[in-house]
C-alpha cells in the first residue's frame, strides 16, 4: 500500500480504460480530509451504460466529500475550490475532449491556465488520466488529435507531479520508482 503521508502536490493516476484508475485516486485520497472531487464529463443522459458508469463511481465516493462538475470550464471549477481541500479530478480526458474545437494557440493557453492553477493549490491534487495511444491508431482526425493533446498535456503534468502512477488490470504502479524521465 501507499504511505499517505507522502501524498502531496501533484499526484497523476493514469492507465488503460478499466484497470481501476479512479479506484486507486480514490484511495489515494481516502484519508484525506475535506476533499472536493471534481467530475469532468458530461453526463449523457441517455446513454444507459455511460450512466451506470457514474452510478458506481458516486456508490464508491465519500458522502462527505464536495462534487463539482466541472465541464468544459476545468480551471474555473478549481478555483471555487477553497484552498484548504484536497482534490481529485476524475478525469483529464473529457477535459480534453470538451476542448477539441479550441485552436492550437487556444489549446496551449488552456494547458498554460490548468498548470498554473494546478501549481497554486497548497492541498495535494489527484489527477486521473486515461492513457492513450496503446492500441489502434485512431481512423478519424478528431480521434488523432484526442489522443496527441491528451498525450501531450500528461507529458506536461508529469513534469511538475510529485508522484505518478500508472493502474493496469487493478495493480498500481509508481512510475517514479520504477522509472526515469525521458529526454527531451
Known amino acids: ?14 492507465g488503460p480504460s ?7 485516486a480514490e484511495h489515494l485520497v481516502g484519508r484525506c480530509n475535506p476533499v472536493s472531487y471534481v467530475a469532468t464529463s458530461d453526463p449523457r443522459p441517455d446513454d444507459p451504460a455511460w450512466q451506470e458508469r457514474i452510478r458506481l463511481h458516486r456508490d464508491r465516493r465519500s458522502t462527505d466529500w464536495t462534487v463539482i462538475e466541472s465541464g468544459a470550464d476545468l480551471v474555473d471549477a478549481l478555483n471555487t475550490i477553497p484552498s484548504n481541500h484536497t482534490v481529485l479530478i ?14 492550437p ?12 492553477c494546478l501549481q497554486s493549490r497548497s492541498q495535494p491534487v489527484v489527477i486521473v488520466i486515461e492513457e492513450t495511444g496503446w492500441g489502434v491508431v485512431p481512423a478519424t482526425e478528431i480521434g488523432g488529435l484526442f489522443r496527441d493533446r491528451q498525450g501531450q498535456l ?31
Not at 494557440?105 to 498554473?116: C, D, F, Y
Not at 509508481?174 to 525521458?182: E, F, I, K, N, R
Open 18 to 24: 478499466r484497470g481501476g484508475k479512479s479506484r486507486w
Open 90 to 103: 476524475d478525469a483529464l480526458g473529457a477535459f480534453t475532449a470538451w476542448n477539441l474545437d479550441a485552436s
Open 154 to 184: 500528461a507529458q506536461q503534468l508529469e513534469t511538475i507531479a510529485s508522484r505518478s502512477w500508472l493502474v493496469v488490470q487493478g495493480r498500481a504502479l509508481d512510475l517514479h520508482a520504477l522509472g526515469c524521465s525521458v529526454p527531451d
Open 1 to 14: 500500500m501507499v504511505d499517505h503521508q507522502l501524498l502531496q502536490g501533484l499526484v497523476l493516476v493514469t
Open 105 to 116: 494557440e487556444a489549446w496551449i493557453k488552456l494547458q498554460e491556465e490548468l498548470i498554473t
